[in-house]
């Protein structure tokens, strides 16, 4: 079964243009940020960690679209591989910080600080 | 038509990406994030990024929720965040972000970047391309990764191993 483009289902992207996916791509950085800077309980931060990541790579996907190479596609590609082998090693760290100081709480996590 | 569903699928997973964040109850921001999630899989698709899609689901919204539930309910974390930042972290937080939304803004003005997409079929919807780049030009980075999936595999066994406080090193 060969791929059938979208274009034939529907009048893709009429007036749609690469500006638009950069600016939801932007919101949704910026949305991420404020959970990792406000929040204090560290499953949410790198929840928000992940939501940064995935904006990025709305933006390489748009940008691979629109420029019309495959190149963007397949960096998204690696990006999510290396993305799934973070959240495990991260949260394998989370699970071992919490057997050792049974809290996730970031304000109670000050050893390092002065 | 595909212009609302543009709009649409932004709006989700815009609004639900804002809940992630504001929910107090972390069970509840992974839920959301499966939306938002969902939303973005959408857009790949809109953006005839298929492969991608699929690959989104599968991965984000199956395997990292379901890690990311199952550690919050192993850990149980009851309640949620006490909201009581300092105010200094709380300007920091605003002044960033209000230079991140101008720096989006200008983004979204640059007369370049108002372009129409080729009219081509899609360039992510040929799986067959897709392998062909990741075995020929991308055979590197595809290797460095296979082996990157490994190092983190082990990494989490020897993280997941109980430390014993009296003995030196990891025991079993």
């Known amino acids: 079964m060969s791929a059938l483009p979208l274009s034939t289902l529907l009048p893709v992207i009429a007036t749609i243009s690469l500006n638009h996916y950069i600016a939801v791509a932007g919101m949704l950085f910026v949305i991420g940020f404020i959970g990792v800077l406000l929040r ?62 049974h809290t996730v709480q970031v304000e109670e996590l000050g050893t390092l600080k002065n | 038509m595909s212009d609302a569903f543009f709009y649409i699928f932004a709006t989700l997973t815009l609004a639900s990406a804002i809940l992630v964040v504001a929910n107090r109850n972390a069970v509840n921001s992974a839920v959301f994030m499966i939306v938002s999630f969902l939303g973005m899989a959408s857009l ?96 590197l980075p595809m290797q460095v990764t296979g082996f990157l999936l490994l190092i983190a595999m082990i990494g989490v066994i020897v993280l997941s191993k109980r430390f014993d406080a009296s003995k030196q090193g990891p025991t079993a």
């Open chain 1, 40 to 101: 204090q309980n560290t499953l949410v931060i790198y929840m928000s960690l992940e939501l940064m990541l995935n904006a990025a790579t709305l933006a390489a996907v748009a940008f691979s679209r629109y420029n019309g190479t495959m190149d963007g596609n397949v960096f998204v590609f690696f990006i999510i591989t290396v993305a799934a082998a973070e959240v495990a090693v991260g949260l394998a760290i989370i699970v071992a910080l919490f057997r050792k100081r």
């Open chain 2, 44 to 139: 790949f698709v809109l953006l005839e990024a298929y492969f991608l899609a699929v690959i989104q689901v599968l991965v984000y919204a199956g395997a990292v929720i379901v890690l990311f539930l199952f550690i919050i309910m192993l850990l149980d974390v009851k309640g949620g965040d006490r909201q009581k930042f300092r105010p200094v972290t709380a300007i920091a937080t605003l002044a960033a972000a209000a230079l991140l939304f101008t720096g989006v803004g200008v983004l979204y003005q640059a007369p370049s970047l108002a372009v129409a997409p080729p009219a081509d079929p899609g360039v992510g919807a040929s799986l067959k391309d897709f392998g062909a780049l990741l075995f020929t030009r991308y055979l």
